[in-house]
Protein backbone atom coordinates (compact mmCIF):
# COMPACT_ATOMS: atom_id res chain seq x y z
CA UNK A 1 0.00 0.00 0.00
CA UNK A 2 1.32 3.62 -0.80
CA UNK A 3 1.63 5.93 2.06
CA UNK A 4 3.56 9.37 2.57
CA UNK A 5 6.60 9.10 2.15
CA UNK A 6 7.60 10.02 5.87
CA UNK A 7 5.89 7.07 7.47
CA UNK A 8 8.48 5.09 6.24
CA UNK A 9 11.54 6.62 7.50
CA UNK A 10 13.22 7.41 10.67
CA UNK A 11 14.27 10.72 11.23
CA UNK A 12 17.49 12.43 12.69
CA UNK A 13 17.37 15.85 14.93
CA UNK A 14 20.19 18.05 14.27
CA UNK A 15 20.92 20.70 16.75
CA UNK A 16 23.52 22.46 14.36
CA UNK A 17 25.39 24.54 17.56
CA UNK A 18 26.27 21.13 18.35
CA UNK A 19 26.35 18.65 15.59
CA UNK A 20 29.75 19.92 14.06
CA UNK A 21 31.88 22.73 13.80
CA UNK A 22 33.94 23.44 9.99
CA UNK A 23 34.92 26.30 10.49
CA UNK A 24 36.86 26.11 13.89
CA UNK A 25 34.93 28.71 16.14
CA UNK A 26 33.28 26.26 18.35
CA UNK A 27 30.29 26.58 17.08
CA UNK A 28 28.75 23.98 14.87
CA UNK A 29 27.43 25.12 11.38
CA UNK A 30 25.67 23.81 7.75
CA UNK A 31 29.23 22.79 6.06
CA UNK A 32 29.98 20.53 9.56
CA UNK A 33 26.15 19.12 9.06
CA UNK A 34 27.47 18.62 4.98
CA UNK A 35 30.80 16.79 6.05
CA UNK A 36 28.42 14.38 8.02
CA UNK A 37 26.05 13.45 5.48
CA UNK A 38 27.97 10.42 4.59
CA UNK A 39 27.32 9.20 8.54
CA UNK A 40 23.75 10.05 8.14
CA UNK A 41 23.46 8.43 5.08
CA UNK A 42 25.11 5.24 6.56
CA UNK A 43 23.47 5.06 9.83
CA UNK A 44 20.40 4.76 6.99
CA UNK A 45 17.90 7.72 8.68
CA UNK A 46 15.41 9.33 5.60
CA UNK A 47 14.59 12.46 7.19
CA UNK A 48 16.66 15.53 9.35
CA UNK A 49 14.92 17.90 11.69
CA UNK A 50 16.86 20.94 11.66
CA UNK A 51 16.72 22.92 14.87
CA UNK A 52 16.73 26.80 13.81
CA UNK A 53 19.67 28.18 11.38
CA UNK A 54 17.60 31.57 11.38
CA UNK A 55 19.43 34.98 12.07
CA UNK A 56 18.78 35.22 15.90
CA UNK A 57 20.34 36.93 19.06
CA UNK A 58 19.90 33.33 20.33
CA UNK A 59 18.53 34.53 23.79
CA UNK A 60 16.82 31.22 23.44
CA UNK A 61 19.31 29.42 20.87
CA UNK A 62 17.36 30.41 17.99
CA UNK A 63 14.49 29.90 19.00
CA UNK A 64 14.17 33.73 19.14
CA UNK A 65 14.08 34.76 15.05
CA UNK A 66 14.99 38.06 14.41
CA UNK A 67 14.72 37.49 10.60
CA UNK A 68 12.74 34.34 8.89
CA UNK A 69 14.51 35.30 5.16
CA UNK A 70 18.40 34.84 6.40
CA UNK A 71 20.63 32.20 8.12
CA UNK A 72 22.43 32.95 10.81
CA UNK A 73 26.35 33.98 10.48
CA UNK A 74 26.96 31.76 13.35
CA UNK A 75 25.52 28.88 11.05
CA UNK A 76 26.52 29.92 7.29
CA UNK A 77 25.40 31.46 4.28
CA UNK A 78 22.12 31.18 2.30
CA UNK A 79 24.71 29.11 -0.31
CA UNK A 80 25.82 27.44 2.51
CA UNK A 81 21.81 25.83 2.88
CA UNK A 82 21.43 25.66 -0.50
CA UNK A 83 24.16 23.24 -1.09
CA UNK A 84 23.09 21.44 1.93
CA UNK A 85 19.69 20.92 0.09
CA UNK A 86 20.99 19.78 -3.11
CA UNK A 87 23.50 17.13 -1.18
CA UNK A 88 20.48 15.66 1.02
CA UNK A 89 18.02 14.91 -2.76
CA UNK A 90 21.56 13.14 -3.67
CA UNK A 91 21.69 11.09 -0.93
CA UNK A 92 17.54 11.28 -1.06
CA UNK A 93 17.20 12.74 2.35
CA UNK A 94 14.44 14.69 3.51
CA UNK A 95 14.67 17.76 5.81
CA UNK A 96 12.00 19.73 7.93
CA UNK A 97 13.02 22.64 9.76
CA UNK A 98 11.65 24.50 12.26
CA UNK A 99 8.82 27.28 12.17
CA UNK A 100 8.78 29.07 15.29
CA UNK A 101 6.18 31.86 14.90
CA UNK A 102 4.06 32.00 18.25
CA UNK A 103 6.72 34.37 18.78
CA UNK A 104 9.79 36.43 17.06
CA UNK A 105 12.93 37.88 18.65
CA UNK A 106 12.40 41.37 19.48
CA UNK A 107 15.18 42.61 18.01
CA UNK A 108 13.25 41.33 15.23
CA UNK A 109 12.12 44.37 12.44
CA UNK A 110 8.16 43.56 12.83
CA UNK A 111 8.86 44.06 16.69
CA UNK A 112 11.32 46.88 16.78
CA UNK A 113 8.74 48.92 14.59
CA UNK A 114 5.76 47.91 16.74
CA UNK A 115 7.15 49.15 19.70
CA UNK A 116 8.10 52.80 17.98
CA UNK A 117 4.33 53.93 18.59
CA UNK A 118 -0.03 53.02 19.00
CA UNK A 119 -0.60 53.81 15.62
CA UNK A 120 2.63 52.11 13.91
CA UNK A 121 1.12 49.89 11.02
CA UNK A 122 3.56 47.03 12.82
CA UNK A 123 1.86 47.61 16.15
CA UNK A 124 -0.98 45.13 15.81
CA UNK A 125 1.29 42.30 14.86
CA UNK A 126 2.15 41.57 18.35
CA UNK A 127 -0.49 41.27 21.69
CA UNK A 128 -0.03 44.99 23.23
CA UNK A 129 -3.05 45.79 26.21
CA UNK A 130 -3.16 48.48 28.65
CA UNK A 131 -2.61 47.43 32.09
CA UNK A 132 -4.81 47.09 35.32
CA UNK A 133 -4.77 50.30 38.02
CA UNK A 134 -5.00 53.43 38.32
CA UNK A 135 -1.47 54.31 36.35
CA UNK A 136 -1.39 50.75 34.48
CA UNK A 137 1.32 49.76 36.03
CA UNK A 138 0.24 46.52 36.93
CA UNK A 139 -0.30 43.27 33.96
CA UNK A 140 -3.14 43.12 32.15
CA UNK A 141 -3.81 39.95 33.47
CA UNK A 142 -2.66 36.96 36.00
CA UNK A 143 -0.86 34.70 33.02
CA UNK A 144 2.32 33.09 33.20
CA UNK A 145 5.60 32.77 30.60
CA UNK A 146 6.61 28.99 30.27
CA UNK A 147 9.42 30.08 31.64
CA UNK A 148 7.78 31.41 34.62
CA UNK A 149 7.46 34.67 35.85
CA UNK A 150 4.64 37.40 34.46
CA UNK A 151 3.35 36.84 30.53
CA UNK A 152 3.63 40.65 30.26
CA UNK A 153 6.34 43.24 29.90
CA UNK A 154 5.79 46.77 30.13
CA UNK A 155 6.73 49.02 28.14
CA UNK A 156 7.50 52.80 29.30
CA UNK A 157 7.47 54.37 25.91
CA UNK A 158 3.58 53.42 24.32
CA UNK A 159 2.36 52.74 27.95
CA UNK A 160 1.26 49.67 27.41
CA UNK A 161 1.69 45.88 27.91
CA UNK A 162 2.99 43.12 25.78
CA UNK A 163 2.62 39.64 25.62
CA UNK A 164 5.31 36.69 25.75
CA UNK A 165 4.53 32.94 26.53
CA UNK A 166 8.21 32.78 26.76
CA UNK A 167 11.02 35.51 27.71
CA UNK A 168 10.65 38.98 27.54
CA UNK A 169 13.25 38.80 24.27
CA UNK A 170 10.05 36.36 22.15
CA UNK A 171 6.88 38.73 22.26
CA UNK A 172 4.22 36.54 20.89
CA UNK A 173 3.08 37.61 17.11
CA UNK A 174 -0.94 38.27 16.96
CA UNK A 175 -2.53 35.65 15.12
CA UNK A 176 -5.88 37.67 14.86
CA UNK A 177 -4.07 40.06 12.74
CA UNK A 178 -4.85 38.63 8.68
CA UNK A 179 -1.57 40.24 8.11
CA UNK A 180 0.63 37.74 10.17
CA UNK A 181 -1.10 34.85 9.15
CA UNK A 182 0.15 36.24 5.09
CA UNK A 183 3.86 36.87 6.39
CA UNK A 184 3.99 33.34 8.17
CA UNK A 185 2.40 31.51 4.64
CA UNK A 186 4.75 33.53 2.63
CA UNK A 187 7.80 32.30 5.18
CA UNK A 188 6.71 28.77 4.45
CA UNK A 189 6.70 29.30 0.65
CA UNK A 190 10.01 30.81 0.65
CA UNK A 191 11.68 28.26 2.20
CA UNK A 192 9.68 25.17 0.27
CA UNK A 193 11.07 26.98 -2.84
CA UNK A 194 14.42 26.38 -1.21
CA UNK A 195 13.57 22.95 -0.97
CA UNK A 196 12.60 21.87 2.00
CA UNK A 197 9.92 19.33 2.63
CA UNK A 198 8.18 20.44 5.72
CA UNK A 199 8.45 21.71 9.12
CA UNK A 200 8.24 21.58 13.05
CA UNK A 201 6.15 23.91 14.12
CA UNK A 202 7.53 25.48 17.27
CA UNK A 203 5.10 25.66 20.22
CA UNK A 204 2.19 26.07 17.66
CA UNK A 205 -0.70 25.07 19.76
CA UNK A 206 -0.09 28.39 21.45
CA UNK A 207 -0.81 30.70 18.39
CA UNK A 208 -4.49 31.85 19.66
CA UNK A 209 -5.09 33.60 22.73
CA UNK A 210 -8.11 34.70 23.95
CA UNK A 211 -8.34 38.19 23.42
CA UNK A 212 -10.92 39.24 26.09
CA UNK A 213 -7.68 38.48 28.49
CA UNK A 214 -9.75 37.10 31.35
CA UNK A 215 -7.62 35.60 34.33
CA UNK A 216 -6.43 32.25 34.01
CA UNK A 217 -7.36 29.49 36.68
CA UNK A 218 -4.52 29.27 39.52
CA UNK A 219 -1.87 26.82 38.68
CA UNK A 220 0.93 25.71 40.59
CA UNK A 221 3.28 27.24 38.48
CA UNK A 222 1.84 28.29 34.78
CA UNK A 223 -1.01 30.32 34.47
CA UNK A 224 -3.38 30.70 31.76
CA UNK A 225 -3.11 27.43 29.36
CA UNK A 226 -6.88 27.26 29.29
CA UNK A 227 -6.92 31.14 27.24
CA UNK A 228 -4.31 30.25 24.54
CA UNK A 229 -3.77 25.84 24.05
CA UNK A 230 -5.38 25.75 20.46
CA UNK A 231 -7.75 28.04 21.42
CA UNK A 232 -10.80 30.01 19.49
CA UNK A 233 -9.59 29.93 15.56
CA UNK A 234 -6.38 28.09 15.81
CA UNK A 235 -8.14 25.19 13.37
CA UNK A 236 -9.20 28.03 10.80
CA UNK A 237 -5.93 29.36 10.97
CA UNK A 238 -4.18 25.98 10.74
CA UNK A 239 -6.41 25.03 7.89
CA UNK A 240 -5.28 28.53 6.21
CA UNK A 241 -1.87 27.79 6.37
CA UNK A 242 -2.03 24.44 4.71
CA UNK A 243 -4.52 25.52 2.09
CA UNK A 244 -2.41 28.57 1.11
CA UNK A 245 0.87 26.72 1.80
CA UNK A 246 1.55 23.29 2.85
CA UNK A 247 -0.45 21.40 0.48
CA UNK A 248 0.93 22.94 -2.16
CA UNK A 249 4.24 20.62 -1.87
CA UNK A 250 4.03 16.88 -0.53
CA UNK A 251 5.24 18.23 2.82
CA UNK A 252 5.27 16.90 6.11
CA UNK A 253 4.10 19.14 8.87
CA UNK A 254 4.44 18.24 12.49
CA UNK A 255 3.04 20.55 15.32
CA UNK A 256 4.95 20.46 18.71
CA UNK A 257 1.81 20.18 21.19
CA UNK A 258 2.18 21.50 24.11
CA UNK A 259 -0.61 21.66 26.58
CA UNK A 260 -3.21 19.58 23.83
CA UNK A 261 -5.90 17.92 24.29
CA UNK A 262 -6.20 13.97 23.10
CA UNK A 263 -9.47 14.84 21.74
CA UNK A 264 -7.91 17.72 19.95
CA UNK A 265 -4.81 16.22 18.51
CA UNK A 266 -7.58 13.73 16.96
CA UNK A 267 -8.97 16.49 15.05
CA UNK A 268 -5.79 18.31 14.11
CA UNK A 269 -3.70 15.19 12.67
CA UNK A 270 -6.90 13.85 11.03
CA UNK A 271 -6.12 13.15 7.27
CA UNK A 272 -8.95 14.43 6.29
CA UNK A 273 -9.34 17.19 8.13
CA UNK A 274 -6.22 19.11 6.53
CA UNK A 275 -3.92 20.48 8.95
CA UNK A 276 -0.76 18.80 10.55
CA UNK A 277 0.60 15.07 9.51
CA UNK A 278 1.32 14.78 13.38
CA UNK A 279 1.94 16.00 16.56
CA UNK A 280 4.72 15.81 18.88
CA UNK A 281 2.69 14.93 22.60
CA UNK A 282 4.29 15.32 25.64
CA UNK A 283 2.62 12.66 28.41
CA UNK A 284 5.30 10.24 28.30
CA UNK A 285 8.26 13.50 28.69
CA UNK A 286 6.42 14.33 32.30
CA UNK A 287 5.73 10.94 33.63
CA UNK A 288 8.98 11.16 35.95
CA UNK A 289 7.41 13.98 37.92
CA UNK A 290 5.04 13.63 40.45
CA UNK A 291 2.09 16.68 39.97
CA UNK A 292 4.67 17.73 37.14
CA UNK A 293 7.22 19.06 39.69
CA UNK A 294 9.26 16.48 41.62
CA UNK A 295 11.19 13.81 39.89
CA UNK A 296 10.11 10.22 40.96
CA UNK A 297 13.20 8.63 42.35
CA UNK A 298 12.26 4.88 40.40
CA UNK A 299 10.52 4.73 36.86
CA UNK A 300 6.84 4.11 37.23
CA UNK A 301 6.67 1.85 34.25
CA UNK A 302 3.27 1.90 34.63
CA UNK A 303 2.39 5.08 33.78
CA UNK A 304 4.72 4.78 30.95
CA UNK A 305 2.63 2.46 29.69
CA UNK A 306 -0.32 4.59 29.80
CA UNK A 307 1.07 6.88 27.79
CA UNK A 308 2.35 5.18 25.19
CA UNK A 309 -0.74 3.06 24.78
CA UNK A 310 -2.68 6.43 24.69
CA UNK A 311 -1.40 7.63 21.03
CA UNK A 312 -1.05 4.36 20.33
CA UNK A 313 -4.70 3.78 19.89
CA UNK A 314 -5.17 6.24 17.31
CA UNK A 315 -7.09 5.46 14.28
CA UNK A 316 -5.78 5.04 11.18
CA UNK A 317 -6.37 8.23 9.76
CA UNK A 318 -4.05 10.12 12.59
CA UNK A 319 -0.50 9.38 12.90
CA UNK A 320 2.33 9.57 16.03
CA UNK A 321 5.89 11.02 15.80
CA UNK A 322 8.09 9.08 18.32
CA UNK A 323 11.13 9.99 20.55
CA UNK A 324 12.81 9.47 23.53
CA UNK A 325 15.17 12.67 22.90
CA UNK A 326 15.23 16.38 21.99
CA UNK A 327 17.39 19.72 22.78
CA UNK A 328 14.79 19.99 25.23
CA UNK A 329 14.94 17.16 27.06
CA UNK A 330 17.91 15.15 28.88
CA UNK A 331 19.14 12.19 27.33
CA UNK A 332 17.29 9.13 27.55
CA UNK A 333 19.87 6.42 28.70
CA UNK A 334 20.30 8.86 31.76
CA UNK A 335 16.82 9.65 32.46
CA UNK A 336 15.77 5.49 32.59
CA UNK A 337 18.70 3.61 32.81
CA UNK A 338 19.81 4.00 36.59
CA UNK A 339 22.66 1.52 36.37
CA UNK A 340 25.02 2.74 34.51
CA UNK A 341 26.84 -0.87 34.69
CA UNK A 342 24.12 -1.66 31.76
CA UNK A 343 24.45 1.80 29.80
CA UNK A 344 24.81 -0.12 26.54
CA UNK A 345 21.75 -2.90 27.22
CA UNK A 346 19.60 0.12 28.26
CA UNK A 347 20.53 2.16 25.25
CA UNK A 348 19.59 -0.35 22.99
CA UNK A 349 16.08 -1.57 24.80
CA UNK A 350 15.14 1.99 24.71
CA UNK A 351 15.53 2.45 20.92
CA UNK A 352 13.54 -0.82 20.65
CA UNK A 353 11.02 -0.41 22.18
CA UNK A 354 10.60 2.98 20.67
CA UNK A 355 10.98 2.31 16.63
CA UNK A 356 8.41 -1.18 16.84
CA UNK A 357 5.99 1.09 17.86
CA UNK A 358 2.95 2.99 15.59
CA UNK A 359 5.02 6.88 14.28
CA UNK A 360 7.78 8.13 12.84
CA UNK A 361 10.89 7.62 15.14
CA UNK A 362 13.47 10.79 16.25
CA UNK A 363 17.16 10.05 17.10
CA UNK A 364 17.91 13.11 18.25
CA UNK A 365 21.89 13.67 17.73
CA UNK A 366 24.45 11.63 19.68
CA UNK A 367 21.47 9.18 20.96
CA UNK A 368 22.46 6.64 18.38
CA UNK A 369 26.07 6.11 20.62
CA UNK A 370 24.06 6.58 23.75
CA UNK A 371 25.24 10.01 24.67
CA UNK A 372 24.33 10.98 28.49
CA UNK A 373 23.87 13.62 30.64
CA UNK A 374 26.26 16.00 31.56
CA UNK A 375 27.66 16.12 35.23
CA UNK A 376 26.34 20.03 35.66
CA UNK A 377 27.82 22.20 38.20
CA UNK A 378 26.14 25.43 39.18
CA UNK A 379 28.48 27.00 36.57
CA UNK A 380 27.54 25.37 33.72
CA UNK A 381 23.89 26.66 34.10
CA UNK A 382 23.86 28.78 30.83
CA UNK A 383 20.18 27.93 29.14
CA UNK A 384 17.79 30.86 29.60
CA UNK A 385 15.07 28.36 31.00
CA UNK A 386 17.55 27.04 33.55
CA UNK A 387 18.39 30.49 34.38
CA UNK A 388 14.55 31.49 35.04
CA UNK A 389 13.63 28.52 37.24
CA UNK A 390 17.08 29.45 39.05
CA UNK A 391 15.87 33.14 39.17
CA UNK A 392 12.42 31.93 40.92
CA UNK A 393 13.80 29.12 43.02
CA UNK A 394 16.93 30.72 44.29
CA UNK A 395 13.79 32.93 46.90
CA UNK A 396 13.80 30.22 48.89
CA UNK A 397 15.70 27.14 51.10
CA UNK A 398 13.95 24.57 49.49
CA UNK A 399 13.67 25.98 46.09
CA UNK A 400 17.40 26.18 45.97
CA UNK A 401 18.02 22.60 47.39
CA UNK A 402 15.38 21.74 44.83
CA UNK A 403 17.49 23.37 42.21
CA UNK A 404 20.64 21.92 43.08
CA UNK A 405 18.84 18.22 43.44
CA UNK A 406 17.29 18.10 40.33
CA UNK A 407 17.72 20.55 38.04
CA UNK A 408 20.77 18.62 36.72
CA UNK A 409 19.25 15.43 36.05
CA UNK A 410 16.06 17.53 33.57
CA UNK A 411 18.07 21.14 32.37
CA UNK A 412 17.91 21.44 29.10
CA UNK A 413 22.03 21.57 28.77
CA UNK A 414 22.22 17.85 28.94
CA UNK A 415 21.23 17.73 25.03
CA UNK A 416 23.45 20.28 23.79
CA UNK A 417 26.42 19.32 24.54
CA UNK A 418 28.85 18.51 21.70
CA UNK A 419 28.90 15.35 19.82
CA UNK A 420 30.81 12.93 20.06
CA UNK A 421 32.67 11.95 17.37
CA UNK A 422 36.31 11.06 18.47
CA UNK A 423 38.30 10.92 21.81
CA UNK A 424 40.07 13.93 20.57
CA UNK A 425 39.99 17.06 22.78
CA UNK A 426 37.14 18.72 21.17
CA UNK A 427 35.61 15.15 20.65
CA UNK A 428 36.04 15.83 16.92
CA UNK A 429 33.09 18.52 17.25
CA UNK A 430 35.93 21.26 16.59
CA UNK A 431 39.64 21.31 16.24
CA UNK A 432 39.87 24.40 18.31
CA UNK A 433 37.14 25.05 21.39
CA UNK A 434 33.19 24.45 21.91
CA UNK A 435 31.01 27.41 22.38
CA UNK A 436 29.05 24.99 25.29
CA UNK A 437 31.08 21.91 26.57
CA UNK A 438 32.53 18.45 25.51
CA UNK A 439 31.01 15.56 27.93
CA UNK A 440 34.01 13.81 29.48
CA UNK A 441 32.45 10.43 28.91
CA UNK A 442 33.92 10.64 25.11
CA UNK A 443 36.93 8.74 25.75
CA UNK A 444 34.14 5.83 26.04
CA UNK A 445 31.28 7.07 24.09
CA UNK A 446 31.91 8.04 20.30
CA UNK A 447 31.28 7.42 16.95
CA UNK A 448 34.67 6.22 15.76
CA UNK A 449 35.07 3.79 18.32
CA UNK A 450 31.42 2.65 18.03
CA UNK A 451 32.07 2.19 14.27
CA UNK A 452 34.70 -0.57 14.84
CA UNK A 453 32.83 -2.71 17.35
CA UNK A 454 30.30 -4.79 16.03
CA UNK A 455 28.46 -4.82 19.16
CA UNK A 456 28.51 -1.18 19.47
CA UNK A 457 25.21 0.69 20.24
CA UNK A 458 25.77 2.40 17.03
CA UNK A 459 25.76 -0.79 14.51
CA UNK A 460 22.25 -1.69 16.97
CA UNK A 461 20.73 1.61 16.29
CA UNK A 462 22.15 0.69 12.44
CA UNK A 463 20.28 -2.58 11.88
CA UNK A 464 17.41 -1.25 13.86
CA UNK A 465 16.76 1.78 11.33
CA UNK A 466 16.97 -0.64 8.63
CA UNK A 467 14.12 -2.70 9.91
CA UNK A 468 12.09 -0.22 10.66
CA UNK A 469 12.52 1.70 7.10
CA UNK A 470 9.50 0.61 4.88
CA UNK A 471 8.61 -2.02 7.03
CA UNK A 472 4.75 -2.59 6.74
CA UNK A 473 4.25 -4.28 10.16
CA UNK A 474 5.38 -1.29 11.67
CA UNK A 475 3.61 1.20 9.80
CA UNK A 476 0.10 -0.47 9.91
CA UNK A 477 0.13 -3.23 12.19
CA UNK A 478 -2.42 -3.28 15.40
CA UNK A 479 -0.69 -2.47 18.62
CA UNK A 480 -1.51 -4.82 21.94
CA UNK A 481 0.04 -4.13 25.24
CA UNK A 482 -0.04 -7.51 26.60
CA UNK A 483 1.18 -6.85 30.39
CA UNK A 484 -0.31 -3.30 30.60
CA UNK A 485 -0.19 -3.50 34.36
CA UNK A 486 3.11 -5.06 34.74
CA UNK A 487 5.74 -2.82 37.11
CA UNK A 488 9.13 -4.03 35.06
CA UNK A 489 8.23 -5.02 31.82
CA UNK A 490 6.71 -3.61 28.93
CA UNK A 491 5.64 -6.37 26.73
CA UNK A 492 3.70 -5.50 22.99
CA UNK A 493 2.41 -6.99 20.10
CA UNK A 494 2.18 -5.42 16.27
CA UNK A 495 0.35 -7.75 14.07
CA UNK A 496 -0.40 -6.97 10.53
CA UNK A 497 -1.70 -9.42 7.16
CA UNK A 498 -0.38 -12.68 9.58
CA UNK A 499 2.79 -11.01 10.65
CA UNK A 500 3.57 -10.42 14.20
CA UNK A 501 6.07 -8.79 15.91
CA UNK A 502 6.56 -10.00 19.69
CA UNK A 503 8.30 -6.94 21.30
CA UNK A 504 9.65 -7.91 25.05
CA UNK A 505 11.58 -5.10 27.12
CA UNK A 506 12.53 -5.10 30.88
CA UNK A 507 12.99 -1.31 32.41
CA UNK A 508 15.15 -2.13 34.91
CA UNK A 509 17.99 -3.85 36.30
CA UNK A 510 16.70 -6.97 38.13
CA UNK A 511 15.56 -10.20 36.28
CA UNK A 512 12.22 -10.92 35.49
CA UNK A 513 10.91 -13.96 34.58
CA UNK A 514 8.16 -13.38 31.88
CA UNK A 515 4.93 -15.40 31.44
CA UNK A 516 2.78 -14.24 28.68
CA UNK A 517 0.86 -17.60 28.90
CA UNK A 518 -2.40 -16.45 29.53
CA UNK A 519 -2.24 -13.16 26.90
CA UNK A 520 -0.16 -14.82 24.01
CA UNK A 521 -1.05 -18.17 22.25
CA UNK A 522 2.29 -19.47 21.04
CA UNK A 523 4.94 -21.07 23.48
CA UNK A 524 8.04 -21.32 21.10
CA UNK A 525 8.63 -17.94 19.00
CA UNK A 526 12.21 -17.57 17.01
CA UNK A 527 14.24 -14.26 18.14
CA UNK A 528 15.04 -11.74 15.52
CA UNK A 529 16.73 -8.98 17.68
CA UNK A 530 17.92 -8.57 21.13
CA UNK A 531 20.89 -6.91 23.01
CA UNK A 532 21.89 -9.82 24.97
CA UNK A 533 23.47 -13.04 22.96
CA UNK A 534 19.73 -14.37 22.24
CA UNK A 535 18.81 -15.76 19.23
CA UNK A 536 17.10 -18.33 17.08
CA UNK A 537 13.97 -20.25 18.72
CA UNK A 538 13.54 -19.95 22.08
CA UNK A 539 10.92 -19.88 24.80
CA UNK A 540 8.72 -17.01 25.31
CA UNK A 541 7.92 -17.66 29.07
CA UNK A 542 11.40 -17.00 29.89
CA UNK A 543 13.67 -14.83 32.34
CA UNK A 544 14.41 -11.70 30.88
CA UNK A 545 17.80 -9.80 31.96
CA UNK A 546 18.53 -6.91 33.23
CA UNK A 547 17.46 -4.14 30.61
CA UNK A 548 16.45 -6.84 28.17
CA UNK A 549 14.98 -6.57 25.08
CA UNK A 550 13.67 -9.50 22.70
CA UNK A 551 11.87 -9.24 19.56
CA UNK A 552 10.18 -12.53 18.24
CA UNK A 553 8.48 -12.45 15.03
CA UNK A 554 5.87 -15.05 13.56
CA UNK A 555 4.53 -15.53 10.36
C1 LIG B 1 9.99 25.02 22.00
C2 LIG B 1 11.44 24.74 21.72
C3 LIG B 1 12.26 25.27 22.85
C4 LIG B 1 12.02 26.77 22.95
C5 LIG B 1 10.54 27.10 23.09
C6 LIG B 1 10.27 28.55 22.84
O1 LIG B 1 9.52 24.32 23.08
O2 LIG B 1 11.62 23.36 21.52
O3 LIG B 1 13.62 24.99 22.70
O4 LIG B 1 12.71 27.29 24.05
O5 LIG B 1 9.78 26.40 22.14
O6 LIG B 1 10.42 28.85 21.49
Not at 190 to 199: D, I, L, Q
Request: glycine share 6%; charged share 30%; hydrophobic share 35%.
Amino acid sequence: MKTRWYKDVVFYQIYPRSFCDSKSDGIGDIKGIISKLDYLKELGIGGIWLSPIYKSPNFDMGYDISDYYKVSKDYGTMEDFDLLIKELKKKDIKIIIDLVVNHTSDEHNWFIESKKSIDNPYRNYYIWKKGKGKDGLKPPNNWTSRFLGPAWTYDGNTKEWYLHLFTDKQPDLNWDNIKVREEIKDICNYWFEKGVNGFRCDVITYIVKNQTFENGKYKPLIVGDEHFVMYGKWHEYIKYLHKESWSKYDSYIIAEGMGAKYKDVLDATNELNKEFDSFITFDHMSIDFIKGLIPRKKLNLIKLKISYNKWQQLPKENWQTLYNENHDQPRSVSRYIKNTEYHDEGAKMLFTTEVFLKGTPYIFQGQEIGMTNYPLKMEDYNDIFSQMVFKKSSKTLIGRTLFKKYMSSYARENARTSMQWNDSAFAGFSSSKVWYRVNPNKDRINVDKQQKNLSSILLYYKSLIALRTNNEVIKFGEYKDLLPTHKMLYVYTRSYKNKTYLVCSNFFDKEVKMDLSKVFDKKIGFVILSNYEVAGERNINDILKPYETRVFYFK
